[in-house]
């Protein structure tokens, strides 16, 4: 699924370089549920933009599905993004003005992996999954933390991606919303969708699959 070897990042800091990760090797494969693990400025947000296709390297390689990512033009990087990779982040990431069900939609109304009228009927599978298909005409603004979470799920889940994403996914929620966002996420991985969550939280961790530890940019 996931292989990066010898993988480093810089970023310019004024007149300086700031080594954000350090000879990365990662292998994951399909179907596993991997938490990353690691203090606030560790690597491990860095990482993850990496691994989503949001952000670039400086050396080493990448290859998703047995592709090269360095070999693909923005184009074919952005059809990737769109079609293999679901995110799920702390912030949400929704447009709090838009309904559930757009919010829901999005990723298929910006690719054309499905026909228009097929989009409503996913957006709404989707959303029975996670328990939310009578708040799908609210605007997302109204819902409290816990549902716009179990929106970006949905939303996330919803071109049926081979990964997941998931950046501190329980951080802006208390502890008894996280552990039902945390079983969501346990039931996409069962469905055999590859997850990989970021995290500082050990008892999070804990309930995933493989721990992996960074700091200081290195894994552990």
């Not at 802006?172 to 939280?201: C, K, P």
Request: glycine content about 10%.
């Amino acid at each position: 699924m996931i292989e990066l070897n010898r993988l480093n990042k810089y970023y310019k800091v004024g007149k300086q370089k700031f080594h954000a990760l350090k000879d990365i090797d990662l292998t994951v494969g399909d179907g596993e549920m991997v938490a990353v693990v690691g203090k606030s400025g560790a690597g491990k947000t860095t990482l993850l933009n990496i691994l989503g296709l949001v952000d670039t390297w400086d050396s080493g390689s990448y290859t998703l599905d047995g592709t090269d990512v360095k070999s693909l033009s923005d184009r074919s990087l952005a059809k990737m993004r769109n079609e293999k990779i679901g995110f799920v982040l702390q912030d949400f990431a929704l447009i709090e003005d838009q309904t559930v069900l757009f919010n829901v939609s999005l990723p298929l109304l910006l690719g054309n992996k499905v026909r228009f009228v097929e989009v409503k009927p996913k957006a709404i599978s989707a959303l029975e999954k996670v328990g939310l298909l009578d708040q799908r005409n609210k605007k997302v603004g109204q819902l409290s933390g816990g549902q716009k979470q179990r929106v970006a799920i949905a939303r996330a889940m919803i071109n049926e991606p081979s990964l997941i994403l998931a950046d501190e996914p329980t951080g802006a929620l208390d502890t008894g919303t996280g552990l039902e966002i945390m079983e969501l996420l346990r039931q996409r991985n069962e469905s055999g969708t590859t997850v990989i969550i970021i995290t500082h939280d050990e008892a999070i961790s804990e309930s995933c699959g493989r721990i992996v530890r960074i700091g200081d940019g290195m894994l552990e």
